[in-house]
């Protein structure tokens, strides 16, 4: 899958330096080292999400399987801004728990709200939902009373 990803990325004329692979909860993280990393990455990450979806497309019909577990970083930007969404959500879940109220988080992808989801599956005082549609929808997390 690295020399995979490599060679694809290369087609591009992007330049590749590695390939790691890295395993959090349970989703193959393919960290791509580049010195070509804005151009990989594009505005807010347009075109790493757009460059995660093709990989996912790709290897599924290359294996024949359905693995969305699969996830492409570049030169770290994702493990960053993965860390922001878990401190934000972490902040906004003790105001929750503070006030005993519900407060909405920003817009942001499937995965993203994935993270959040698990974040709080297992909380006490915190539920958290999906609410809105396409490039609105966003989690909201929720007071709930422990017995």
């Given at each position: 899958?690295?020399?995979?990803?490599?060679?694809?990325?290369?087609?591009?004329?992007?330049?590749?330096?590695?390939?790691?692979?890295?395993?959090?909860?349970?989703?193959?993280?393919y960290s791509i080292k580049t010195p070509d990393s804005k151009q990989l990455i594009g505005p807010?990450?347009?075109?790493?999400?757009?460059?995660?979806?093709?990989?996912?497309?790709?290897?599924?019909?290359k294996t024949n399987t359905k693995d969305s577990r699969i996830?492409?970083?570049?030169?770290?930007?994702?493990?960053?801004?993965?860390?922001?969404?878990?401190q934000k959500a972490t902040l906004l879940a003790e105001r929750v728990r503070t006030f005993k109220s519900s407060a909405d988080m920003t817009p942001m992808s499937a995965y993203e709200r994935m993270i959040v989801h698990s974040m709080f599956s297992e909380d006490k005082n915190i539920t958290t939902e999906s609410e809105g549609f396409g490039a609105t929808r966003h989690v909201v997390l929720r007071y709930k009373e422990s017995i």
């Open positions: 899958m690295r020399a995979y990803i490599k060679e694809f990325v290369e087609k591009m004329g992007i330049i590749v330096e590695s390939v790691e692979v890295v395993v959090v909860a349970a989703h193959q993280i807010q990450g347009e075109h790493l999400r757009a460059l995660n979806y093709i990989f996912r497309r790709s290897i599924e019909k996830v492409v970083d570049v030169n770290g930007y994702q493990h960053k801004q993965l860390s922001e969404l878990e």
